[in-house]
């Protein structure tokens, strides 16, 4: 096996086992570089001593048996138009592997399509699969900017681009606390679900990147579903990773600090 353009490939070292990711939609959900969100998991992966195969999921193409991990991204409203069918043809198979214990990472078109439903901005609407407790309407306005979390993960940094407005439903836990930018809708301070071991966000950038505690989290939950052995970390070098989101949280926190004083 080896290694191919989205990360996957043998382990780096004496192999712990194989985990087998799912990108959904890489054609039509897939922009502002979430493809980044495949890469550094089986990259993250293979240097933590798995060996990793990527399958990508398109429109009328048979899910593919075995997934350990899936993961979707953001796209246009004519995307999301596009995979609708498909959506609904696999959701209950996504629906049932969410119950199960399957990790996954659903980025801003895919977090509202795995939500109850989602009105577009021109009224059209688009029944989601239910398995995040949210609901999603389009607005004019977009939503664009760095974001601050606060999470179980420590502090979470992004970029978001979005013009739907997401509403939690009473009870349904957020992927975090905005401390800094817009999050769900602007309003509530929440980013984000996260349902069984389903994550939902608005955040680009991509996330993964440069947030490795919330990458390692979600490469625990595979390991925990693919094998019988419990997660064995590698000592990986993320020295990059935390100076670059340290400094981006410095330089928001100081902005969210301006901002404050600007409204006293």
Do not use: W
Request: proline share 6%; charged share 20%; aromatic share 4%.
């Amino acid at each position: 096996m080896s290694t191919d353009t989205r990360g996957g490939g043998p382990a780096e070292g004496p192999s712990k086992g194989q985990i087998t990711l799912v990108h959904l939609y890489p054609r039509e959900m897939s922009i502002y570089g979430d493809l980044g969100n495949t890469r550094a998991l089986a990259t993250r992966m293979r240097r933590h001593g798995y060996d990793v195969q990527v399958h990508d999921h398109h429109p009328g193409a048979d899910f593919p048996a075995g997934a350990h991990i899936v993961v979707g991204g953001g796209g246009q409203d004519s995307g999301q138009a596009r995979v609708k069918e498909d959506l609904e043809r696999i959701g209950s198979m996504l629906r049932a592997l969410a119950q199960d214990g399957v990790p996954m990472l659903m980025v801003c078109g895919m977090y509202q399509l795995f939500g109850h439903d989602f009105v577009t901005v021109d009224g059209k609407h688009l029944p989601g699969l239910g398995i995040l407790d949210v609901t999603t309407k389009g607005n004019d306005k977009r939503m664009i900017g760095p974001v601050l979390l606060r999470t179980v993960h420590g502090e979470v940094v992004g970029y978001e681009n979005h013009s739907g407005s997401t509403v939690l439903a009473t009870g349904q836990p957020p992927l975090g606390i905005v401390a800094y930018g817009n999050g769900n809708n602007g309003k509530d301070g929440t980013e984000g679900a996260i349902a069984h071991r389903v994550h939902g966000t608005y955040l680009h950038g991509p996330i993964l990147p440069a947030n490795p505690a919330l990458a390692d989290a979600l490469i625990g939950f595979a390991v925990d579903r693919a094998l019988t052995t419990p997660f064995e970390p590698a000592e990986l070098d993320d020295t990059y990773a935390d100076q670059a989101r340290k400094a981006q949280v410095r330089r928001l926190m100081r902005a969210a600090s301006r901002k404050a004083r600007g409204r006293r």
